[in-house]
């Protein structure tokens, strides 16, 4: 049996801070926030969290839906910002949003690819017949240490989906055609336990992790369904900056065109675990019936994740509102945000 996407929904923090404010914090040139393509992030409240942005997506994929949440019978949450390290976010979501107490429940750990991770899971329950629908979400308070390069990327936000079998009363919005995963150990970026910020190799980030992943499982998933890059009317990439995912599409032959609606890295900054599912919401709001969608996600130490999907109607727009106005800070209300000091 065939599953399919029913519903989705996503939450960014209205509040935002431009590269050239860290760069000027930090004495440096606009340079080398322009050379990332990041023109500004989005920052997460103090009061808000892994959590409570995983909430507001899953709540609003419920409403725009027409499936009673007691008939979703499995929530996963892919994460590298869980609020607890012993206590489910998984768990806090199956209460509050009131869906089936029965239901498979677990957090998800694989850098920025544990969001897609949680569709495959769904994904598989649904068309396997173990659950009539469930709950996938990727959600990210993303880390970066103060003067540290990642701080000009590392952003908020969630994306969740309803995923279930389809039927003929409920025929979902977009088929999910094929799905495939590449995994390595590439040690490119990670953070140990006790660690509040991650490290990364630099330069080594690109060709041998980030490069080397996304264009390996694009080729295979495209050799295997038979299909070419003219074939695929848009194609989202995880986004860690604006200039990896820009050049890893000219590379495996797509255009600009192909590119545009789920490119929201610059004004968005890299969701983490929500990056790349993010990106897919804005393409499922504007596609066209008929029309398909590959999606690669990438985490580090190192691992991408596949997808091939085809629209079975017209996308679905959010609803406009709580994310319209945004709000722009300082670098000194930035770190009260992300509850951070500078040492002296």
Same mark, same amino acid.
């Given at each position: 049996?065939?599953?399919?996407?029913?519903?989705?929904?996503?939450?960014?923090?209205?509040?935002?801070?431009?590269?050239?404010?860290?760069?000027?914090?930090?004495?440096?040139?606009?340079?080398?926030?322009?050379?990332?393509?990041?023109?500004?992030?989005?920052?997460?409240?103090?009061?808000?969290?892994?959590?409570?942005?995983?909430?507001?997506?899953?709540?609003?994929?419920?409403?725009?839906?027409?499936?009673?949440?007691?008939?979703?019978?499995?929530?996963?949450? *892919?994460?590298?910002?869980? &609020? #607890?390290?012993?206590?489910?976010?998984?768990?806090?979501?199956?209460?509050?949003?009131?869906?089936? &107490?029965?239901?498979?429940?677990?957090?998800?750990?694989?850098?920025?690819?544990? *969001?897609?991770?949680?569709?495959?899971?769904?994904?598989?329950?649904?068309?396997?017949?173990?659950?009539?629908?469930?709950?996938?979400?990727?959600?990210?308070?993303?880390?970066?240490?103060?003067?540290?390069?990642?701080? #000009?990327?590392?952003?908020?936000?969630?994306?969740?989906?309803?995923?279930?079998?389809?039927?003929?009363?409920?025929?979902?919005?977009?088929?999910?055609?094929?799905?495939?995963?590449?995994?390595?150990?590439?040690?490119?970026?990670?953070?140990?336990?006790?660690?509040?910020?991650?490290?990364?190799? *630099?330069?080594?980030?690109?060709?041998?992790?980030?490069?080397?992943?996304?264009?390996?499982?694009?080729?295979?998933?495209?050799?295997?369904?038979?299909?070419?890059?003219?074939?695929?009317?848009?194609?989202?990439?995880?986004?860690?900056?604006?200039?990896?995912?820009?050049?890893?599409?000219?590379?495996?032959?797509?255009?600009?065109?192909?590119?545009?609606?789920?490119?929201?890295? &610059?004004?968005?900054?890299?969701?983490?675990?929500?990056?790349?599912?993010? *990106?897919?919401?804005?393409?499922?709001?504007?596609?066209?019936?008929?029309?398909?969608?590959?999606?690669?996600?990438?985490?580090?130490?190192?691992?991408?994740?596949?997808?091939?999907?085809?629209?079975?109607?017209?996308?679905?727009?959010?609803?406009?509102?709580?994310?319209?106005?945004?709000?722009?800070?300082?670098?000194?209300?930035?770190?009260?945000?992300?509850?951070?000091?500078?040492?002296?």
């Amino acid at each position: 049996m065939q599953s399919v996407i029913h519903s989705f929904g996503r939450y960014l923090p209205r509040f935002r801070i431009k590269s050239e404010t860290i760069a000027k914090e930090w004495k440096r040139g606009p340079e080398q926030a322009r050379a990332l393509g990041i023109i500004e992030k989005t920052v997460n409240a103090p009061d808000e969290d892994t959590f409570t942005m995983a909430f507001e997506a899953s709540k609003l994929a419920l409403e725009l839906s027409d499936i009673d949440a007691k008939d979703v019978e499995a929530v996963f949450v *892919g994460s590298e910002s869980h &609020p #607890y390290a012993v206590k489910p976010t998984s768990g806090m979501l199956v209460h509050a949003l009131s869906v089936n &107490p029965f239901a498979h429940a677990a957090d998800l750990e694989f850098a920025c690819k544990a *969001g897609t991770a949680a569709m495959q899971i769904i994904s598989a329950m649904a068309a396997s017949k173990q659950i009539k629908f469930g709950l996938a979400v990727g959600s990210d308070t993303a880390q970066a240490k103060p003067g540290d390069a990642l701080e #000009y990327s590392a952003a908020a936000g969630a994306a969740a989906f309803i995923i279930g079998a389809k039927t003929p009363k409920q025929p979902g919005l977009c088929s999910i055609d094929a799905t495939l995963s590449y995994t390595t150990d590439t040690p490119d970026f990670w953070r140990n336990a006790d660690e509040k910020f991650p490290s990364h190799a *630099g330069r080594f980030t690109g060709e041998p992790a980030y490069f080397h992943h996304v264009e390996t499982i694009a080729h295979e998933m495209i050799r295997r369904e038979k299909i070419d890059v003219k074939d695929i009317d848009h194609i989202v990439l995880h986004m860690p900056n604006g200039k990896f995912p820009t050049e890893a599409a000219k590379r495996l032959g797509f255009s600009k065109e192909q590119m545009q609606l789920g490119f929201i890295v &610059p004004t968005i900054g890299n969701t983490y675990s929500a990056c790349s599912p993010l *990106g897919l919401t804005f393409v499922l709001e504007k596609a066209k019936k008929d029309e398909r969608i590959l999606l690669i996600s990438y985490g580090s130490g190192a691992g991408s994740d596949a997808f091939l999907f085809t629209m079975l109607k017209d996308g679905q727009e959010l609803p406009e509102g709580q994310h319209k106005a945004t709000k722009e800070l300082n670098y000194a209300e930035y770190l009260q945000h992300k509850k951070l000091t500078i040492a002296a």
